[in-house]
């Protein structure tokens, strides 16, 4: 019956080598175990086996963190309905201070913008996703901020004429096209389906009108929660998660509206080259972008300190470069007292806008860096009297959904004008955060005087620490006489020892 069979036959069908006639000591073939894994829904963290928790962030698999948002305790199963704080009657969470403003902050979300997410089913959920908004929308909804005690502002999809102010005719159909098919990317990493243009086109839209509405005096300021992201679109491409560049669109409308000059802080972890590049070369937007660099070997590797805008607008364009991950509150808010601030006051814009990338959130998978909710919340209230209190929020990256849901309401309660729960008089900077801050001053200025100052203070600073810390080297460590000296005696004194240990033992 097998004597055609090759070993290799055999090999794969072992059922035909049974004995037919006797089966008495088989046994089955155990089955391959099945690992077990999941996505975390918080971080996107694969976990194997049967565990509860990530292994990275912590959260429970099944946590209610897109019903609760960040109030959502980490540690239960959403079917507890466990959240971190109680609930007062009419929706607010003990311990939130409570506002009345005459003049309303405005949000702008549409749940369409829902439908713009990656098909194609890969090995690893891609960061960018739906949930990112859901997180913070019910973070919003549970601390009765939205819907309760903002106003929210009608969507609109962004006309062909309004985009053409940023982008090229190529690009707007480019990514129009995109309606067309089921499935499709402007980049590995920049992904569209059927939904995504109009999703773009409607985050867009929200921009421009709540830009509008906060300038002519229709709303105190407001927020963006809006996807997909911006600040990498360019001019001519998609790139970085991003489609159309959202806070470009955002600084055309309000200077529509009547806005001369206008202001952009981006503090998303990564350089928004996309806007960058529209600006370039233009006087009336000043950009200001931290974001890790070092020496452009971070994403999107653009963004270093010498890139100052061009064509008469040098100065207009402010990188600065963090050389190195772990960045937390200190440095940032030490750069906004010694960089943004004085540079913004001396711009003096009519409008001021942030690109607010929660990514260099503490346990962002993806920026790695330490800023807090009060951080957030404490450089969102310095730029808040900038321009008149005509502020404008918009959201950029951000994929920890914890950390973006707590950090985007903290930013939201500043601009209903309750105030952050710690002082920022006395920063001190890390080594390597008052570093880049001196390289920034010392390029920037030559086009804004007003820094001069505190460059000269920064720099008697540094010396000064420099100084005080060669005298502890010197006093911590012995001359260099002593230490080559003393070794050598000790050297002399065990190779006398063992020659002198070597004769005995032949003399024997």
């Given at each position: 019956m097998h004597g055609d069979l090759t070993f290799q036959d055999m090999y794969n069908n072992m059922e035909l080598l049974e004995d037919e006639d006797d089966d008495s000591d088989w046994e089955p073939v155990a089955e391959p175990v099945e690992m077990i894994s999941w996505f975390c829904t918080n971080c996107t963290m694969v976990n194997l086996g049967d565990i509860a928790h990530c292994d990275l962030c912590g959260e429970h698999k099944t946590s209610g963190i897109l019903k609760h948002g960040f109030l959502a305790s980490s540690k239960f199963p959403q079917e507890d309905s466990h959240i971190d704080g109680k609930i007062e009657a009419n929706g607010n969470v003990i311990g939130f201070q409570q506002s009345a403003l005459s003049s309303p902050t405005a949000v702008g979300f549409d749940e369409?913008?829902?439908?713009?997410?990656?098909?194609?089913?890969?090995?690893?959920?891609?960061?960018?996703?739906?949930?990112?908004l859901r997180a913070i929308a019910a973070s919003l909804a549970t601390a009765g901020i939205f819907p309760g005690r903002c106003q929210a502002i009608a969507a609109r999809e962004i006309t062909r004429e309004e985009l053409e102010r940023v982008h090229s005719v190529e690009h707007i159909q480019t990514v129009d096209f995109t309606a067309n098919i089921f499935s499709s990317y402007f980049t590995p990493d920049t992904y569209a389906n059927e939904h995504s243009a109009r999703a773009a086109r409607l985050a867009a839209g929200l921009c421009a009108d709540l830009?509008?509405?906060?300038?002519?005096?229709?709303?105190k300021n407001g927020f963006a929660l809006v996807r997909p992201p911006g600040h990498h679109a360019g001019v001519k491409q998609a790139m970085g998660f991003c489609l159309h560049n959202n806070a470009a669109v955002a600084a055309l409308a309000a200077q529509v509206a009547g806005a001369k000059r206008v202001l952009i802080v981006d503090w998303d972890v990564h350089h928004g080259n996309g806007t960058q590049e529209i600006f370039d070369d233009n006087k009336s937007v000043l950009y200001v972008s931290l974001h890790r660099h070092e020496d452009g070997k971070f994403y999107p590797g653009t963004g270093a300190a010498s890139e100052v805008g061009s064509k008469g607008a040098e100065g207009y364009c402010?990188?600065?470069?963090?050389?190195?991950?772990?960045?937390?509150?200190?440095?940032?808010?030490?750069?906004?007292?010694?960089?943004?601030?004085?540079?913004a006051t001396e711009f003096a814009p009519d409008f001021t806008i942030i690109s607010a990338g929660f990514d260099a959130a503490?346990?962002?998978?993806?920026?790695h860096c330490d800023v807090t909710?009060?951080?957030?919340?404490?450089?969102?209230?310095?730029?808040?009297?900038?321009?008149?209190?005509?502020?404008?929020?918009?959201?950029?990256?951000?994929?920890?959904?914890?950390?973006?849901?707590?950090?985007?309401?903290?930013?939201?309660?500043?601009?209903?004008?309750?105030n952050p729960s710690a002082e920022v008089a006395d920063i001190a900077p890390s080594r390597a955060g008052l570093q880049t801050?001196?390289?920034?001053?010392?390029?920037?200025?030559?086009?804004?005087?007003?820094?001069?100052?505190?460059?000269?203070?920064?720099?008697?600073?540094?010396?000064s620490a420099a100084e005080k810390g060669h005298k502890m080297r010197r006093r911590?460590?012995?001359?260099?006489?002593?230490?080559w000296g003393r070794k050598r005696l000790l050297y002399h004194h065990f190779i006398t020892?063992?020659?002198?240990?070597?004769?005995?033992?032949?003399q024997k």
């Open positions: 369409r913008m829902l439908l713009h997410s990656e098909i194609e089913m890969k090995s690893h959920p891609h960061p960018e996703r739906p949930d990112r830009a509008s509405a906060i300038f002519s005096g229709r709303a402010v990188n600065i470069p963090w050389s190195c991950g772990g960045v937390g509150d200190n440095d940032y808010i030490f750069a906004f007292q010694h960089v943004v601030l004085p540079i503490r346990g962002d998978p993806l920026g909710p009060v951080g957030y919340a404490q450089m969102t209230d310095m730029l808040s009297n900038i321009s008149g209190g005509k502020l404008l929020v918009i959201l950029e990256g951000g994929y920890n959904l914890r950390s973006i849901s707590s950090s985007a309401t903290a930013v939201i309660k500043v601009l209903l004008g309750e801050v001196m390289e920034v001053l010392k390029i920037q200025k030559d086009f804004w005087p007003g820094v001069g100052a505190s460059l000269t203070q920064l720099q008697s600073l540094w010396n911590a460590e012995a001359p260099v006489w002593w230490k020892r063992h020659l002198r240990a070597k004769r005995k033992r032949e």
